[in-house]
């Protein structure tokens, strides 16, 4: 059994407090203590639970009228372990289904029927697809209130086929649901007979999986373990997350940035000794040779080196109420490795609701946008859509301490 | 993004990478330590995530003085059989040194007064980091936590202050006087946790097992009697067989009926019982719908 984590993205009016409601609902992953509460809650006449109500925030969120972010939902089946990252959808809140976004693997993309592809299920798709999501799914909701209607299925599905090729989804399942009523959340319904994929729930547990296993071996130093004691004098291990591609017992490393060979000669994976180490895996690396290793350097193969630079170009997903500022010294953080940067110019900011490029230059909270920037030291990194782990970083104000941007190179 | 990891390697994975990134970002972190479950299996994370060498933190025990002594006798045993630095912070001290007022009523929490002593101890060690327990599925106001939860001086909660978290890359830098609180296992579930101390056989405080034991059944909850909780003449008073679901105050935890006696009938338990784990067992959660909301707010863990 692995784990998905998935987002799902619409506004309050297209359902998907009731969506998500209604997986966690019928998966029976509602405590009877907590449908209690919800049971009193629930104010509308006829109505047993509201089931948007479930997914209900704060009383700060409803008091100051805020969003508070993505709040985090867990329910698990026989097949999956499911994480829902539920973010706000109004544009005003772009940056938290970024942030929500960013630790998915698949979008559910809510659409009502009664509207179509609207500039939301745009900006939506877009956000997903710039953040490094490879799969979607589009529930087309409503479809109770159009008589279950195959026509105007299908026509939303052809015009999502017209603007998917600017996205970089691999997978796209689209799905005609009620989350009210219930049709093909849980079980495939028999007013949609004409539908011959399957229900949302079957779709979530089978989908693949993506893996960084098969691309380039990347591995940054995370904490150097030196013991210094008696028993282990000359332990000296670095612990690190393998982001992708393997390491194996007996390959020759390269140690960046002192591009020093050397070879592997120990993996340990939670105390015990293993061979390979691949994608995903906590582990510590053992060298020949005692080399000066820290924290956030990179460790490669010969064969598979990483870009090499000072000056960058990348998208930049601004987060912060205080607008970008050219020519300010901002703190990169690629993963464990922290440089200075300045950006040094604003290419072109990208709207992603009508997704046209403009030459505006000034970046403010919510703004998307490619940028140049030069760092103080040179950053081994990839391209974001050839490595979604080593080709993302932040960016840090140093007066505020809060994280402004997120960065995806190109 | 996800690995084709089994899901509990997958979790393993996340805390062991968020415990280092809080060693290696923090001067002076700090592991919250209560004798719970959670804490135990946080206790076991740090171990893979830094041996051979020492915790690049003390434990620390903010002791209510309403613990169960199970409970700190299995702290104590612990932090001896590993070999690591114990702080124990306590609340009685706070209560004394502050002159706070105990809650009132029959069965008194000492969940507010801990944040003094938290609060406290984290100023004496000038702890940067807190790394505690919390998972999100416990209750709303955690659904909405960060793995590295900025507090300010007061050590409050401020939902705005709150940074995005992107990708796995954490921040953890922080004005001097503020502080973190770290959520190692956030995303894990009761059961993920109870899975995880089967799969890896990891030692509890005999509480978690049914056994015998004195009960007031307090509306439809039971709670222990004590030196803390003495009968009242209409108490109705039982001898059952319980075990302990959550392990917080001696005079605010309920004890569950149950006759789970080993880690496999526990997970049977939970998977059968439809009530969450606070709302079965915690008095206090249940005085308002947002009282883990404010208690957070004010700076508890």
């Known amino acids: ?410 | 993004m996800s690995q084709k990891h089994n899901y509990l390697e997958q979790l393993e994975n996340e805390a062991i990478y968020i415990l280092r990134e809080t060693a290696a970002q923090f001067e002076k972190p700090a592991l919250l330590f209560s004798g719970g479950k959670d804490s135990i299996v946080l206790v076991h994370l740090a171990l893979k995530a830094f041996r051979p060498g020492k915790f690049p933190f003390p434990l620390v025990h903010i002791d209510t003085g309403h613990n169960f002594p199970e409970a700190i006798e299995f702290r104590d045993y612990l932090a001896n059989q590993i070999g690591e630095k114990l702080i124990v912070a306590s609340v009685e001290d706070s209560i004394k040194k502050y002159n706070l007022k105990e809650t009132a009523g029959r069965f008194p929490s000492r969940n507010a007064l801990q944040t003094y002593a938290l609060l406290d101890a984290i100023e004496e060690n000038e702890f940067d980091a807190c790394i505690g327990g919390a998972r999100r599925d416990e209750e709303k106001a955690r659904a909405k936590e960060r793995i590295f939860s900025v507090r300010d001086d007061f050590g409050q909660w401020d939902p705005k202050l709150q940074r995005p978290e992107l990708w796995d890359i954490l921040n953890g830098k922080v004005k001097k006087g503020h502080n973190v609180r770290v959520f190692p296992i956030s995303n894990w579930t009761e059961l993920d946790v109870w899975n995880y101390i089967q799969k890896h056989n990891i030692e509890l405080p005999n509480l978690y097992f049914a056994h015998e034991r004195e009960c007031i059944v307090h509306q439809d909850k039971l709670v222990a009697t004590s030196k803390l909780i003495q009968p009242l003449e209409n108490d109705k008073v039982v001898v059952e067989k319980v075990r302990y679901r959550t392990v917080g105050d001696m005079t605010c935890t309920a004890a569950v009926p149950s006759e789970a006696a080993t880690i496999q009938d526990i997970i049977e338990d939970i998977i059968q019982t439809r009530v969450s784990e606070r709302g079965q067992t915690r008095l206090d959660d249940q005085l308002s719908e947002a009282a883990m909301e404010d208690r957070k707010k004010q700076g508890y863990f």
């Open chain 1, 1 to 410: 059994m692995n784990t998905l984590r998935f987002i799902t993205a619409g506004n309050v009016d297209d359902g998907k407090s009731t969506l998500i409601g209604r997986l966690l609902y019928d998966s029976d992953s509602i405590h009877t203590d907590q449908l209690g509460v919800l049971k009193k809650q629930t104010k509308q006449e006829g109505v047993d639970i509201d089931l948007s109500l479930i997914t209900d925030g704060l009383r700060a969120e409803r008091e100051q009228g805020i969003t508070i972010d993505v709040a985090y939902k867990y329910f698990s089946t026989k097949k999956r372990k499911f994480i829902i990252a539920d973010a706000p959808g109004h544009e005003q809140y772009t940056r938290n289904m970024i942030t929500g976004a960013s630790n998915s693997d698949l979008i559910i993309i809510l659409v009502d029927a009664r509207k179509g592809i609207t500039e939301q299920t745009k900006r939506h798709a877009s956000i997903g697809s710039l953040m490094g999501i490879k799969k979607a799914i589009i529930a087309i909701n409503k479809i109770d209130l159009l008589n279950y209607s195959e026509t105007i299925f299908n026509q939303i599905k052809a015009d999502f086929e017209t603007i998917k090729s600017e996205l970089n989804f691999n997978e796209i399942h689209y799905i005609p649901v009620s989350a009210l009523v219930g049709d093909n959340i849980v079980t495939k319904s028999e007013n949609t007979a004409w539908y011959e994929g399957k229900a949302l729930l079957e779709t979530l547990e089978s989908i693949e999986l993506e893996t960084t296993e098969d691309l380039a071996s990347r591995f940054q130093v995370q904490w150097v373990i030196r013991p210094k004691d008696e028993a282990n004098h000359d332990y000296r291990g670095y612990a690190g997350l393998v982001l992708s591609g393997s390491y194996k017992v007996g390959d020759t490393a390269i140690i960046l940035p002192a591009n020093i060979a050397t070879k592997i000669v120990k993996i340990e994976k939670n105390l015990e000794s293993i061979q390979v180490a691949k994608a995903g895996d906590n582990v510590v690396l053992h060298f020949e040779n005692n080399i000066d290793i820290s924290r956030g350097d990179t460790v490669v193969l010969y064969h598979q080196l990483p870009i090499e630079s000072t000056q960058i170009n990348s998208w930049v997903s601004w987060l912060d109420n205080t607008p970008l500022q050219l020519g300010k010294t901002y703190l990169l953080q690629h993963r464990f490795k922290n440089v200075r940067v300045k950006i040094q110019e604003v290419n072109q900011k990208w709207n992603i609701n009508d997704w046209e490029f403009t030459n505006e230059t000034e970046i403010k909270l919510n703004d998307i946008a490619q940028i140049s920037l030069r760092t103080n030291q040179p950053l081994f990194y990839d391209a974001f859509d050839k490595n979604p782990k080593s080709g993302n970083a932040i960016l840090i104000d140093e007066t505020s301490n809060n994280t402004v941007g997120a960065l995806m190179f190109l």
